[in-house]
C-alpha cells in the first residue's frame, strides 16, 4: 500500500473515528467519585475493551489498580521474532470546570468552525480514535506485536498505573513505547516532545497568633499571618517575572524549536498589555526553567471577611523542575528559601507533596528515525523537537522498568485544544494525520530495526 493510498483509507475512516469520539466523550470519566459517577469509568473502560477486541486484540484485560481506577492491557501478535510496540493512552478525563463556562454541552461531542468540542476530545479521548484508526487502515497487516495500556487515573494523578508497571512488566515490556499525550506545536506542525518538566509541590502554612484579632485595636503591632505568606511567596519572581529560588538555576536555555511570544500570548489567551514573564525567551521558561506557581490560597475570602488580622494563612505551591534538576533537590531548596524570606519569626511548617522527576525523551534509536520518517511523510514538513512544560511521572516509570526502550511522546493535543480547560476540542486534521503517522509507524518499524 503507498503512502497515499493509505491515507485515502484513513481519511474514508474518519467518520468512524468521529463515531467513536462521540460515543467516547459521552462517558464523564472523571476517576473522582466526588465529582463523577464511578460507573461512568467502568462504562469508559467497557466501551475500550470492546473497540481493541474489534480491531482484534486478545486478552483485553480491565485491571484494578492500586487507587481503583482500571488500567486496559492487550496484545495483538505479530510474528514470533518481531518486535513489540506499545501504545500508551488514557482513558479517564478532567472534570468540566463549570458546565456554563462551556459553550457547548461539555459531555456531547459538538462541530464548530472544523474542531470537535468536548471534554476528553483531545485529552486523551482524541488519542485513542487515532489509534483505533491506525490500527483499522492497516487492516491486520501488521508486521510486528503490539500492546496497550489505558490508564485511569492520569488526570488525578493518584499514581495508580505507576504503581501497576513494575508489578505487571509482561504485560506492558516492548522495544518501543508511544506515549500518546501530548500534541504537536501548532496544527499541521508535526512535533516529538522530547523532554518534560518534573513537579515538587509543597503546601506551606503561617502561623502567628493563637487566634484572629481585631485589626482596629491590635492592627500595626500585631503580625499578620497572610501578610507574612504574601511577602513569602513574592519572593519567588523577581520584578521580570523570572522564578528566583536561591539555590536553583534559572538561566538554562532551550536548544530546539522557538515558541514565538506572539503564538505563546494567543495560546496561552494572555490579554492584551499584559507582559509576559520572564528575561529569557517563551521556550527557555516554559521547558527549559524552573516555574514557581501559587495554586491555591487558604485565607479569608473578599466576601464575609471581618476586620481583624489572620492568625494563620496556608498556600500550596506547585514548582516545575527542568531536565537536568532532580526534583528533591528542588523541593527542598523550595523550603529553604521560603523558611529563610519568613518576616517577624512567624512560625512556619511545610507538607511536602509529589514529587516527580523531569524527563528525556528518545532522540536517537531506529524507533526514533521511522518515526521522524513517518512525521515528515504523513504532514509533508520537517519534524520538530519541543518541550512540554507539564509532566507525566509514568514516563520515568517507563523508563525505569524498560531501560533498553525507546520512549516517544506525541499526539493530537495542540495548543488549540485548550486541554484541562472549558471548550476543549480537537482538529479532526490531527487525528487524521496522526493516525497515518502511526500506522506507518507500525508498518515499517519492524524492518527498520532489523537493518540496523
Known sequence: MTDEELRERIRALMPQAQA??????????????????????????????????????????????????????????????APTVLLYFHHDVQPPLGDDEWDSPVWSLTERNGRWYGRGAADCKGNIAAHLTALRSLGGDIPLNIKIIGEGSEEQGTGGLEDFVPKNPDLMRADAILVCDSGNFAVGRPSLTTSLRGIANIVVTVETLSSAMHSGMFGGAAPDALAALIAMLASLRDADGNTTITGLDATATWPGVDYPADAFRRD????????????????????????????????????????????????????????????????DALIDHLTAVAPWNVRVSFEREADGSPFVGSTSGAGYDTMVDAMQRAYGTDVLQMGQGGSIPLCNVFADVFPDAEIMLLGVEEPRCLIHAPNESVDPSEIENMAIVEALFLREYASRLAAR
Open 20 to 81: 467513536d469520539l462521540t460515543e467516547m466523550v459521552s462517558f464523564r470519566s472523571v476517576h473522582d467519585p466526588a465529582q463523577a459517577p464511578p460507573e461512568e469509568c467502568d462504562k469508559m473502560v467497557d466501551w475500550v475493551r470492546e473497540a481493541f477486541e474489534a480491531v482484534g486484540f486478545a486478552d483485553v484485560d480491565a485491571h484494578e489498580t492500586a487507587d481503583g481506577s482500571k488500567a486496559v492491557t492487550g496484545h495483538l501478535d505479530g510474528p514470533d521474532d
Open 268 to 331: 496561552a489567551n494572555v490579554l492584551d498589555g499584559v507582559d509576559l514573564l520572564g528575561s529569557g525567551r517563551v521556550s527557555d521558561m516554559v521547558w527549559a526553567r524552573p516555574a514557581a506557581t501559587v495554586l491555591g490560597i487558604d485565607c479569608p475570602p473578599v466576601v464575609g471577611s471581618s476586620a481583624a488580622i489572620a492568625p494563620k494563612a496556608r498556600a500550596r505551591i506547585n514548582l516545575r523542575v527542568p531536565p537536568g534538576m532532580d526534583a528533591g533537590h528542588a523541593q
